[in-house]
C-alpha cells in the first residue's frame, strides 16, 4: 500500500526530532527510486544534479521545469521529498508566497529557499528582505495547511562571505521568522558545525557534505546536526565514473572502467521491485 502524502509530511517532520540523518540528493526517477531501495528515509532534490541531466547549468533552470520534476521525484517512491527550491524563483515576499505555494502542491514533504540573489554584483539579498522573505514562506506554508517542513538556507560561504558571525545571525533571524530547519551550506569545520547548532538550538540543523571529510555521521551526530545532505555529490559522482570510463575509451581504446559499473541484474531487480 503506497503512503499518503500525509504520511509522508508527518513521517519527515519526525525524522528532524531526534538523531541524525542522511537525506540524500537523487536528480531523476530513477535515482530517487535506487535511494529507496538501499534503505534511506527520506530524499532531496538537487537543482544542480537535475539541470546537469538536462544538460543546462545549475541556476540555468525555470521554475516550471523544476515544479514539473519535484511533482514526478515526489511520486517516484513512498519516501518524502525535500525540494531544493533555489531561491525560490522570486525576489519579493509577496511572489515568494505564490511560488512556495505551487511548490508545495507538487507534493513534496520540505523546501528549501536559500538568501542567494543569483546577481554577482549583490550575490546575497538585504537581511531585512531575506527575513520577509521566510517569513512569506512559513505563511504560505501555514495556509495551505499541508505541514510541510520549510528550510531556510543562508549561502555566504558559498558566495564569498566566509563569515561565521554573520551566517549565525541570519540563521537566528530565519528561525524567528517561521524556519523548521537552518543549512548553512559551506561551514566545514567542527568548530563552525558546532557553533551553527548551539545558536540556532532547538531547531534542527541540515549540514552540506560534498566530498572528503572528517566530518563523518557519527561525528555529525555528536555535533547535533540532525540532516546531512549531499547536494549535487552523488550526481557528481555518476557523472565521474561516466566520464572516466568514456575517457579511457577514447583516449585509449580499452573498457577497463566499465567493468567497475554496477551489475545490470540488480538493477533489473531494483527498479521493478516496490517503489
Not at 167 to 173: D, E, S
Not at 184 to 199: D, H, R
Request: net charge neutral.
Amino acid at each position: 500500500m503506497s503512503t499518503s502524502l500525509t504520511q509522508k509530511r508527518t513521517d519527515f517532520r519526525k525524522l528532524h526530532d531526534s538523531g541524525c540523518f542522511v537525506i540524500p540528493n537523487p536528480w531523476d526517477v530513477g535515482s530517487a527510486v535506487l535511494l529507496r531501495s538501499l534503505g534511506f528515509k527520506a530524499l532531496a532534490s538537487t537543482s544542480a544534479g537535475f539541470a546537469w541531466s538536462g544538460g543546462r547549468t545549475d541556476y540555468g533552470l525555470k521554475r516550471e521545469d523544476v515544479l514539473q520534476h519535484l511533482a514526478m521525484l515526489s511520486a517516484a517512491t513512498d519516501l518524502p521529498v525535500n525540494a531544493d527550491y533555489e531561491n525560490g524563483f522570486a525576489d519579493s515576499p509577496e511572489d515568494i508566497a505564490v511560488s512556495v505555494t505551487q511548490c508545495v502542491a507538487t507534493g513534496v514533504s520540505g523546501l528549501s529557499i536559500e538568501n542567494r540573489t543569483n546577481d554577482a554584483k549583490q550575490p546575497l539579498y538585504d537581511d531585512k528582505l531575506a527575513v520577509d522573505r521566510i517569513r512569506a514562506a512559513r505563511r504560505a506554508i501555514d495556509a495551505s495547511g499541508t505541514n510541510v517542513l520549510l528550510v531556510a538556507r543562508c549561502e555566504g560561504f558559498l558566495v564569498g562571505q566566509p563569515d561565521l558571525a554573520a551566517t549565525i545571525k541570519r540563521l537566528q533571524a530565519f528561525a524567528e521568522a517561521g524556519a523548521d530547519c537552518l543549512y548553512p551550506p559551506g561551514i566545514s569545520t567542527k568548530e563552525q558545525v558546532a557553533a551553527v547548532v548551539k545558536a540556532v538550538a532547538p531547531k534542527p540543523v541540515n549540514i552540506l557534505i560534498g566530498g572528503k571529510t572528517d566530518l563523518t555521521v557519527p561525528v555529525l551526530a555528536d555535533l547535533g546536526v540532525r540532516r546531512v545532505s549531499l547536494g549535487g555529490a552523488l550526481a557528481r559522482a555518476a557523472w565521474g565514473g561516466f566520464m572516466r570510463a568514456a575517457i579511457e575509451i577514447r583516449d585509449k581504446g580499452t573498457f577497463n572502467e566499465l567493468g567497475n559499473g554496477h551489475p545490470g541484474g540488480e538493477l533489473q531487480k531494483i527498479f521493478g521491485g516496490p517503489r
